[in-house]
């Protein structure tokens, strides 16, 4: 089912969603797809959904792609939602789980969303895609684009670890390195995208990625049989998942799936990478740049999130908090996860263990209430990147 409107996140205006749309035109604030609910839950029904295809677009009557030749799919999502006791019982708390992101293609949750926003981007004509990256969206983009048949531009940090590179351009795309963080290729990129006319997917400045991210939300929700976490823990970078997944809590209210109660939610960052951590604290509704950022969890070295208003506004309206953790603790919280469970984390995800474990030491979390942790992406992506401190 087509999405039936873009409406703007910060003002009344709202688009009809059959172009290419990149933010708002009147105040360059992201856009979000809206559907007809009430015809999506005749037929989007947990009894429905059973013999469904193992993939994110089993909820399809909530995603943007109308026609399902135009899905650019190879098998994101439905990823495993894992009971965790070992790990909880060393962290001390008795109802931890991690939904595993690892498995997803090109090794990490960006597949979702690139997934929605590639299919998209070919459904509505465009010929060429472009993002920067810290890493995994750059290979992610480039993986859909070659599914495609489209052509992908992205722009990656100079100091980013090899292997992303290799396999950014093993899909078949035109790499660049920019002096500087993600947000710098973010201003090359916008440049070059606006002479060549190529379609901009960076993070929430297209309306879809989001849409494909939203999904984590909707299994989460199916996997716990219709009931929905007390806390989750999210490591946030741009924050789309955490954005996205506020999103499918409240059309799964709509729909009737879930109640009122919502999880709180946890916004994960790194020290040397804040900002959303600190407008929390300060009680601000949005995060100013964070200068010098540094962290070895790549997709948390994000200074300025364009959505960081809206991560802002979910971790408050649930009732959440956001918390910051080093780089030892991330490591820390890495290996936890692989010597009690199996898991060999991206350090993003040990960042969740060690949020966690914070959380749990101040009484925000309790014991005993249930607590999902996000492990975005493959350990194995970040050898080269750990080494140093491992
Ligand atoms: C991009 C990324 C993140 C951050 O995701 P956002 O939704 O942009 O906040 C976390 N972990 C990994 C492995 C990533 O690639």
């Known amino acids: 089912m087509p999405a039936i409107r873009l409406d703007c996140t910060k003002c009344d205006r709202t688009y009809a969603p059959g172009a290419v749309m990149n933010l ?32 994110m677009w089993r909820y399809h009557e909530v995603l943007p792609v109308e026609d399902a030749a135009h899905r650019l799919s190879l098998g994101e999502g439905y990823t495993p939602l894992l009971p965790t006791p070992r790990l909880g ?7 931890v789980l991690v939904k595993d992101e690892s498995g997803n293609p090109t090794g990490s949750f960006k597949a979702r969303g690139l997934s929605a926003a590639v299919s998209m981007a070919k459904a509505l004509g465009a010929k ?10 750059g290979s992610a983009l480039a993986a859909y684009a070659a599914r495609g048949g489209l052509e992908a531009h992205v722009f990656l ?20 390195m920019v002096e500087g963080l993600i947000t710098d290729a973010g201003r090359v990129c916008a440049a070059l995208a606006r002479e060549h006319g190529w379609y901009e997917c960076a993070t929430l400045k297209e309306p879809y990625r989001v849409e494909g991210k939203k999904t984590m939300g909707y299994e989460l929700a199916e996997q716990l049989d219709w009931t929905l976490p007390d806390v989750i823990l999210y490591p946030t970078g741009g924050g789309t998942g955490l954005i996205g997944m506020w999103k499918a809590f409240e059309e799964l209210e709509t729909m009737g799936f879930v109640g009122s109660k919502r999880p709180r939610m946890v916004a994960v960052q790194a020290e040397g990478c804040a900002p959303i951590v600190k407008a929390y604290v300060e009680g601000r509704p949005d995060a100013p740049p964070w200068p010098d950022a540094t962290t070895h969890a790549h997709g948390l070295r994000v200074p300025k999130a364009l959505g960081d208003f809206l991560i802002l506004r979910a971790v408050r309206e649930s009732g959440g908090t956001a918390v910051s953790v080093s780089e030892a603790e991330i490591v820390r919280g890495t290996k936890d996860a692989s010597a009690t469970e199996g898991f060999f984390m991206a350090p993003e995800g040990g960042a969740c263990v060690a949020a966690l474990r914070k959380l749990l030491a101040s009484g925000q979390v309790r014991p005993e209430e249930s607590v999902v942790l996000f492990n975005t992406g493959t350990g194995f992506k970040y050898v080269e990147n750990m080494a140093p401190l491992w």
Do not use: H, W
């Not at 604030?29 to 959904?49: G, N």
């Not at 292997?163 to 351009?169: G, I, K, N």
């Open 89 to 95: 019982a060393l962290l001390g708390a008795k109802r």
């Open 157 to 176: 940090p100079k100091d980013i670890a090899n292997l992303f590179v290799m396999e950014t351009r093993a899909y078949g795309a035109r790499v660049e």
């Open 24 to 55: 708002c035109l009147s105040c360059n604030a992201p856009l979000f797809a809206r559907y007809d609910l009430e015809q999506a839950r005749k037929t989007l029904r947990p009894d429905t959904l059973a013999g469904r295809e193992r993939s």
């Open 128 to 137: 060429a895609v472009c993002l920067p990256s810290a890493g995994n969206a």
